[in-house]
Structures are given as structure tokens and as C-alpha cells.
């Protein structure tokens, strides 16, 4: 399933980044940074080895970046709403992702203490 939502996560970043933005170097670069945040998730579940622990920030992350596309590219008419490109990826590295892994953690915790209980 991690993979799964990895390869959603590049196969949607890719898209973005050829159907927004003209090739150059500076458009590599914020497609890698775009792709930060799932790279912290996979380091993270691949750390703990607990995959939970990176398909929650994942989601939730791809979520966000889904909603951002659709909110910059049809909802939007600021000419400053690209610059969302740029800071999503810094709120799901700061935010989306430890908050994902928080969650995912506490509701494996308590899952487990359930089970455990009498």
C-alpha cells in the first residue's frame, strides 16, 4: 500500500509539474521539494519499521497537495496563487507529516493497549 501511494504521490507531482510550469532547473527543484515531505514519511516508516507510520502522512499530505492544485489552478485568480507551490510542501514537512505519524502512533498504541486489556 506504501508504494501504492508513493507512486500516486510522483505520478501526481510529475503531472503537476509538466502541465504547470515550464522545464527548467528551478521547476526540478520544486518538484523535488514537493516530494520532500513524502521522502520523510518513507525514511520515517522505514526507521520504525511500522508502515502505518508512513501511509497516514502520506495520504494526508497528498490530500493536501491534491486540494492545493485544485484551489490554485481553478479557484483561484490571484496572480500570487502559484506561490502555493511552494509553501504546501513546507506545511506538510512541518506540520502534515509529524502530526500524520503523531496520529498514526497514538492509534497504534492504543489499539494495541486494547487488545491487551482484559
Known sequence: M?????????AFHVYEALSEWTPSL???GVLVWSLTPYAAAVVIAAVTRRP????VPVSLAL????YTLIVVR???HSSTAALAFLAVPLWNL???VPLGVAG??????????????P
Open 52 to 55: 502505518l507510520l508512513g501511509i
Open 94 to 96: 512541518v506540520l502534515v
Open 2 to 10: 506504501m508504494l501504492g501511494l508513493l507512486a500516486l504521490a510522483v
Open 104 to 117: 498514526a502512533f497514538l492509534w497504534l498504541r492504543f489499539r494495541h493497549a486494547n487488545s491487551r486489556a
Open 74 to 76: 481553478y479557484v483561484s
Open 26 to 28: 528551478f521547476s526540478f
Open 63 to 66: 490530500l493536501l497537495d491534491l
